[in-house]
């Protein structure tokens, strides 16, 4: 069974960081592709990053250059460094494949960005 906690949210001000972990159980970054997504109160869940298995990385538009994933297979660990950090950005953060599955959503962690 796979589970995936996610750690590092927070508060901080804009312009400010945050670097979020997410930690697997289980077999699952042998060979997935895994993603950051974020759902701010009244929004849909968006993808706002992902890595594959090999190390390629693709970002959303808005976090391009302000975000960065990266994946430590032997932890079964993923990351997300966040800087400059906006209000906008304010979500909660989860972590699961690309595509997600449904029954891998964990808790989430949260993001709060101060103006």
């Known amino acids: 069974q796979v589970q995936l906690v996610e750690s590092g949210g927070g508060l901080v001000q804009a312009g400010g960081s945050l670097r979020l972990s997410c930690a697997a159980s289980?077999?699952?970054?042998?060979?997935?592709?895994m993603a950051w997504y974020r759902q701010a109160p009244g929004n849909q869940r968006e993808l706002v990053a992902s890595?594959?298995?090999?190390?390629?990385?693709d970002y959303e538009d808005s976090v391009k250059g302000r975000f960065f994933v990266s994946r430590d297979n032997a932890k079964n660990t993923v990351y997300l460094q966040m800087n400059s950090l906006k209000p906008e950005d304010t979500a909660v953060y989860y972590c699961?494949?690309?595509?997600?599955?449904?029954?891998?959503w964990g808790q989430g962690t949260q993001v709060t960005v101060s103006s």
């Open positions: 699961n494949i690309r595509p997600a599955l449904t029954i891998y």
């Open positions: 289980g077999r699952i970054f042998s060979i997935n592709t």
């Open positions: 890595i594959t298995s090999r190390g390629r990385t």
